[in-house]
């Protein structure tokens, strides 16, 4: 299947394998069927529910679905390259990123001596050994930790400030490049939970989050002797991954976007501001139903496709 693709090109795709969060998973979609199924089916067919499943069906595709609840961009790059590398993503395959929230990171099960978990994990939480050193996603943001405690986060985001989680998510993306060319893989990104943008970090994402409004200085030089390099490299790397994110130039006068409006007032090709009508779009944990999911591939497809 031929696919559309950067500046303008295309490229002959046999299998799409996807990274993501839970919005890519499928998260919540068979929720509430009465334990019909075991967790492990239900995982199956969420994600055979789920948007990338929608889309590579529109598309005439197969897919692999390695998206999975939590998970970071870290995490997903610590995944891209090991298929990458091990070869479970072969030639002729493409790699499709979900893109998931900037405060989510990537942490490690902690286990003492006794195989017994401590901490965060004792009261929620009773693993296998084999756990031992696994990664997983966790969400750290301006209120509180994901299941965690209020002070520790109001501590930690002292210590890390917001600007460290976009370099580290603009370079993770980076990375995600070139992994692709490393290997020769076409990567195409969506944008799922965030937009991958740094004015949409530092116009609106520290404002809601955090309440104040980055000075002009921190978005182009600094009132200093000195010019801020990072920001110059994080303005190239956004330029560089834009080539690559599917569906971000289109046309705002869509009705679907237009219908769904945004959360901060502008109009970004988000899946998750095509829920913005509450229970109407959203499962009662946040998640889209089943609608948006097929509406959000209808939209995805309709930029990939190659007219004939």
Not at 131 to 152: E, H, I, L, P
Request: aromatic share 14%; net charge negative.
């Amino acid at each position: 299947m031929l696919l559309k693709w950067k500046d303008g090109t295309v490229v002959e795709v046999d299998l799409l394998h996807f990274y993501g969060c839970s919005f890519t998973a499928g998260e919540e979609l068979l929720d509430y069927t009465d334990g019909q199924f075991t967790p492990e089916e239900q995982e199956l067919k969420e994600k055979h529910l789920s948007w990338a499943a929608k889309l590579s069906n529109l598309l005439e595709l197969p897919f692999d679905n390695h998206a999975s609840a939590g998970n970071s961009m870290d995490n997903m790059r610590s995944q891209f390259y090991h298929d990458a590398m091990t070869g479970v993503i072969k030639p002729g395959q493409a790699v499709v990123i979900g893109t998931t929230g900037y405060f989510r990171e990537t942490r490690f099960h902690p286990v003492t001596d006794n195989w017994e978990y401590g901490g965060y994990f004792q009261e929620t939480k009773v693993l296998h050994p084999d756990d031992y050193g696994r990664a997983f996603g966790r969400v750290t943001s301006s209120w509180s930790s994901y299941k965690g405690d209020d002070d520790f986060a109001q501590k930690y985001l002292k210590e890390k400030p917001p600007y460290i989680f976009l370099y580290e998510y603009m370079n993770i993306c980076r990375d995600m490049l070139y992994i692709a060319q490393r290997f020769d893989i076409p990567i195409f990104f969506v944008q799922i939970l965030e937009p991958i943008s740094v004015d949409y970090f530092l116009d609106e994402y520290l404002l809601v989050h955090f309440g104040f409004v980055a000075p002009p200085h921190a978005k182009t030089k600094p009132r200093a002797k000195k010019n801020y390099e990072y920001m110059d490299s994080l303005r190239h790397m956004e330029n560089e991954i834009h080539k690559y994110i599917i569906g971000e130039d289109a046309d705002v006068s869509d009705e679907m976007l237009q219908s769904r409006g945004s959360r901060y007032g502008k109009v970004y090709a988000v899946m998750n501001d095509f829920c913005l009508k509450g229970l109407e779009d959203r499962l009662p944990g946040g998640h889209p139903k089943q609608h948006i999911h097929d509406n959000w591939a209808k939209f995805i497809a309709e930029q990939l496709k190659v007219e004939k």
